[in-house]
């Protein structure tokens, strides 16, 4: 069994004992005292002995030093202690105490080199091995060398670091780790991507695991958002980021597999390559050529496209119809396609226009819609959408369509969400539009309609919009 193993890390004995208290109460079932961050290695160890096993570790001073101070620890109640593979010490204690550790901050090397440095830490007690974790190839060799490691019997631990490898911490109990390592308080985290004791404990042995994949994946907050929901709904569930470049986007069914992933988001470069992994495409996701989410059903993956109901959901929330409506989609990429799609289907008469015309006329043949070169739009839409990042946060600071098209009938919906008024939307209001709405409700309605596809559960919207706002300001 895993045991959640929390980080302590104090200046003095008094307070590794507050905190190992602290640890006890928050339902820690090891303790890690890092004897290195004390400025001063205390005389008395005899927090070692405090209720829980116990891990001494001591990177820093000269190994004669150490050899005494480790001595101390095991004397002083220490189960093990924790010495590095490169350190002379490591064989020179009973390996039923020792801890033989291996840190790669880099990188993930292959199975079977995996492999051959457990074999080489056995030698000397436990072996524990950390890997930076880059993508789908890393996580399934973590996979498949824990599975064979499992099936010796004996005791290891074995961590994925980064932001891409907290799977592998909230499925150490399926790994197989003896030890998961938690930080104490999140400002207390000793290695990349380590959780929370409280959020480990919260989570239990067997959490909902939910991802998001893109590449390069760096500005997104759909874990917090997805991670509040998860808390307001009670479910031990968790989001988290797994960067993957387009060369690994064919192992991400094995993923989704060997680590119990409920569900993923799909971003930006894979919505549409994604779709030959799938057994299933919902039809709006289908006519869209995109999908945005992939549900992971007994019988298959499915793939969905929630931008889709996103974007109905904000057009709904100002009563605007887009049924028999004259529309104008601005922009030709995946949002635009997402667009064009669903009103589409909702009876809407399309026109496009794009910078790149040609783009929009390509656009336009898949859905029967007409083009429009920009400088040639007149007032002729009760709906206007925009699907660019024309007038985004380090964008040209101007709305991609001139102010004459607008009237008093018009719906603007611009599906940028930060500046929360775009320019398009702030020349919309001056020209005393109907309504007008920011891409905020379209990024919360999509996130929950996978939310829900995953779980079932229809989430606290209130709370997912607060994420966000506080990940934003
Ligand atoms: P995409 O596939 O890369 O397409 C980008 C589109 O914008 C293309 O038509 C492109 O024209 C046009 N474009 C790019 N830069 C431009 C500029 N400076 N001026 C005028 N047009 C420009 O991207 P996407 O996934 O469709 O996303 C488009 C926008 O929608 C982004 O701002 C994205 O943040 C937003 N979005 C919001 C949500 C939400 O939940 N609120 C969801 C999805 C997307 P060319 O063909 O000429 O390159």
Not at 90 to 103: A, G, T
Not at 209 to 229: C, D
Request: glycine fraction near 6%; aromatic fraction near 6%.
């Amino acid at each position: 069994m895993t045991a959640n193993c929390a980080v302590i890390v104090a200046k003095d004995e008094e307070e590794a004992l507050i905190l190992s208290e602290e640890a006890i109460l928050k339902g820690a079932q090891a303790l890690e005292f890092r004897l290195d961050a004390f400025p001063v290695i205390p005389g008395d160890l005899s927090f070692l002995a405090y209720g829980v096993p116990s891990v001494a570790t001591l990177r820093s001073p000269l190994d004669e030093e150490r050899k005494e101070i480790f001595l101390r620890a095991l004397a002083s109640g220490a189960k093990y202690i924790d010495i590095e593979s490169d350190s002379v010490l490591r064989n020179q204690f009973p390996k039923e105490q020792v801890i033989c550790s291996y840190h790669d901050f880099e990188k993930t090397p292959a199975e079977d080199e995996i492999l051959t440095i457990f074999k080489d830490l056995q030698s000397s007690g436990i072996p524990k091995a950390a890997f930076m974790v880059r993508g789908p190839a890393d996580l399934l060799a973590v996979w498949n060398a824990a599975s064979v490691l499992r099936e010796t019997g004996s005791p290891f631990i074995l961590i994925g670091m980064g932001a891409a490898g907290e799977i592998t911490r909230l499925r150490s109990s399926d790994l197989g780790s003896m030890l998961n390592y938690c930080a104490l308080r999140p400002e207390l985290a000793s290695a990349p991507g380590q959780i929370t004791l409280e959020e480990s404990v919260r989570l239990g042995t067997d959490p909902q695991v939910t991802a998001v994949i893109g590449y390069p994946l760096t500005h997104t907050s759909s874990p917090e958002i997805h991670n509040a929901a998860f808390k307001a709904a009670k479910i031990p569930g968790r989001y988290v980021k797994i960067p993957s470049a387009p060369e690994e986007l064919s192992l991400i069914p094995d993923v989704i597999k060997k680590y119990r992933i409920t569900g993923m988001n799909v971003t930006i470069p894979h919505k549409e390559s994604i779709i030959p992994f799938l057994k299933r495409v919902d039809p709006l996701a289908e006519s869209a050529g995109a999908v945005n989410t992939i549900r992971n059903s007994p019988a298959a993956l499915e793939g969905y496209n929630t931008d889709i109901l996103g974007i109905a959901a904000s057009l709904a929330s100002v009563d605007a119809d887009p049924k028999g409506a004259e529309v104008l989609i601005i922009g030709a990429g995946g949002a635009a396609k997402a667009a064009a799609a669903y009103l589409k289907a909702a009876g809407a008469h399309l026109s496009i226009t794009n910078r790149t015309h040609s783009r929009a006329e390509t656009l336009a043949r898949r859905f029967g819609a007409r083009v429009v070169r920009t400088g040639e739009l007149s007032p002729d839409y009760t709906i206007i959408l925009n699907a660019t990042p024309a007038g985004m946060s380090g964008f040209e600071d101007r709305s991609p369509v001139p102010n004459t098209i607008f009237t008093k009938d018009t719906v603007v919906m611009d599906m940028i969400y930060y500046p929360e008024i775009t320019p398009l939307l702030a020349a919309a209001k001056a020209a005393g539009v109907r309504a007008c709405i920011n891409g905020k409700t379209m990024l919360i309605e999509q996130a929950a309609a996978s939310f829900t596809l995953w779980t079932g559960i229809i989430p606290d919207r209130d709370v997912m919009r607060k994420a966000f706002e506080e990940r934003a300001a």
